[in-house]
């Protein structure tokens, strides 16, 4: 496969980059080339370029007057000249959009082969990749690193931050809605930022987790050298921060809540990366704006010889600081009002480094998975503070923080970055039409599907057959169902039904997957969302996280009997709503209409079947309703005890065996699957 990356902003080169020259030269610029690395390494991947604007400024580097450079053995750096000769700032790069996007058309035009598929990184490049799409049928996908929408809500009052918002807003939507596929990098940007995008499919959007991009090996002794001017006592620990300095990502805050929390300033040295600003270089506005702001509250709180502040650092004393900070028991903070995804997060875990970070964006995701930090309140000094104080004075805290932290890559790699997106990229350029279905098959995943790696292998040699259309029904949503089949190396199913059978998923006759807008249509009759969960707004009453409310699904937590006081608390004030309760612990409450059975009766009728042709498999309590309207149901061996209620009937099936296997074993008895060898306890049976 040969796949096409771009991106136009900043200074783009082979390593070492120097993080921070320019305003646009930051992570997105470690995530692009550390993406190009991983999809190279692996074998179905022929060729990687990556196609950004060249510009001829020495100051910045010759290097980026040059057409070609090397990356790797696969890889390379395409410049395209567009007319202009000066190195342009992202808002001044819109003038020259259309410039840019008609010489890489010819670029394109000239090439024996086309790219099987093209990854931008941001709108701007989006909308050229969009216009390459439309000429030669190019797959697209895209990156938006950071979006307009959440940075406008987050700066909210500041008229300068604000300037421009409606132009890369609206540009922003013309990505999410015209290109294949959106990647982004936290459940947090796939579920909340890049959905409350207008037209804005959640089919199309993939949470594809990257990992580390620490570039160099760490040079502690460049790093001791680069703060110890600054610092009294350098051997205290650190409190590390690392952005570009520009105003969401509240380094000022930062050093507010440094220097106002009671024994921080005498317990810690506080060090500030933020870009490169030596007497030769020239910075934005907002960049000397922020750097005067920070420089204002040091010396307004008096903390000299307390923070350090170098004007210019490189990779090997970044790695370096990081190394210092985790060995010092340290802590690394991230103070963003809001960060998309957090890059930085990923490096301070690689070096064992402890956290703390802002609550808003994907860190959440991040510090949640990992396990590696404490979240805060960006705009409350008083609690990002105390949240630092208390990471460096509890030894144990801090000790299973960085214990978590060595554990990072289970959950994020660059490895397993490549893989997702080279088989979403490989279903773009060969979608697989999907035949008429003459049975339907539909499992939960967690504890059904999951659970025994050993049998999924059959499963996925079974629905190689072609013997059903495969749908999940899980109680997770599209973003999770993804991840959680992706760790358990399952193929994408036809079709997905998602948030207890509150949403589906389906493939067109082209094999392409998109919301169905008509099952949200029939359950949203008599849904008041607002006002099921204004009268369930109560404290005896505990929701489930923000991120788990979705338009037809509010969720709680409880066992049975918490779930019947919802229903009557609800029935009292006569709102029609389904409660269901699973697990033991958890609640959730949809329309009326809604639910996993009557999902799967919708699917059926969308081609030309019923529950009759339908087969259902499944193992908790929000699994009930499915198995009991399908023709054929499917109760695995580990099934929880809320369906030991299911009245017994000729259609349906309870496995001995557990997992997959049961669901293999249900397959067998409803004649759809011929196990190589039938179950011990079968044979013992016959």
Known sequence: MYVMQIALGGCLKAPPIPYGLTDDTGGHIAYVLAATRALEARPDIERVEVVTRRF??????????????????????????????????????????????????????????????????????????????????????????????????????????????????????RAITGVCATVVSSREEAERQVCAYRGADPARVHCIAPGATLPAAPDRAAARALIAPWLDDADKPMILAVARPVEKKNLAGLVEAYAKTPGLRERANLVILAGLRGPTRQGSDEQRRVIAGIEGALRRHKLEGRVALPPEHDAASLAGLYALAAEGRGVFANPALTEPFGLTLLEAAASGLPVVATCRGGPSDIVARIGHGLLAEPTDAQAFGAALSRLLTDADLHARCRAAAAGHGAAYS????????????????????????????????????????????????????????????????????????????????????????????????????????????????????????????????????????????????????????????LDMAGLAARVIASHGRLIDVLPVRAGKGAAIAHLAKAHGLTLDHCVAAGDSGNDECMLRAAGRAIVVGNADADLARLPRRPGLFRSREAHAAGLLDGLAWAGLHQRAEAPAWRMAAE
């Open 56 to 173: 001829d400024r020495p100051d910045l580097g010759a290097i980026h007057a040059r057409r070609h450079e090397r990356l790797g053995p696969k890889s390379s750096i395409l410049r395209i000249d567009d007319g202009a000769a000066d190195y342009l700032s992202k808002e001044a790069l819109e003038a020259r959009l259309d410039a840019f996007t008609e010489a890489f058309l010819r670029h394109l035009d000239g090439l024996p082969r086309k790219p099987d598929a093209i990854h931008a990184h941001f709108a701007d490049a989006a909308r050229v990749a969009l216009a390459a799409r439309e000429r030669f049928g190019i797959p697209v996908l895209y990156t938006p690193h950071s979006l307009g929408l959440d940075k406008a809500q987050a700066m909210a009052g500041n008229a300068s931050a604000a300037s421009g918002m409606e132009r890369r807003i609206a540009e922003e939507t």
């Open 414 to 569: 660059w490895e397993g970055w490549a893989e997702r997106v080279t088989q979403l990229m490989a279903r773009l350029a060969r979608p697989r039409p999907l035949a008429a279905p003459s049975r339907i098959l539909a499992s939960d995943i967690d504890n059904t599907l999951t659970g025994d790696a050993a049998a999924l292998p059959e499963f996925a040699r079974w629905r190689a057959g072609g013997h059903a259309l495969f749908a999940v029904a899980t109680g997770r949503s599209i973003t999770e169902a993804r991840r959680i089949l992706a760790e358990w190396e399952i193929d994408e199913p036809d079709a997905f039904i998602t948030s207890v059978g509150s949403e589906i998923y389906r493939r067109d006759a082209q094999g392409r997957l998109g919301f169905d807008a008509t099952w949200a249509c029939e359950i949203e009759r008599d849904w008041r969302r607002e006002a099921i969960r204004a009268t369930l707004d109560n404290p005896s009453i505990r929701p489930q996280p923000a991120i788990e409310q979705r338009p037809w699904k509010l969720s709680y937590f409880g066992d049975a009997r918490q779930a019947m006081r919802i229903r009557n608390r």
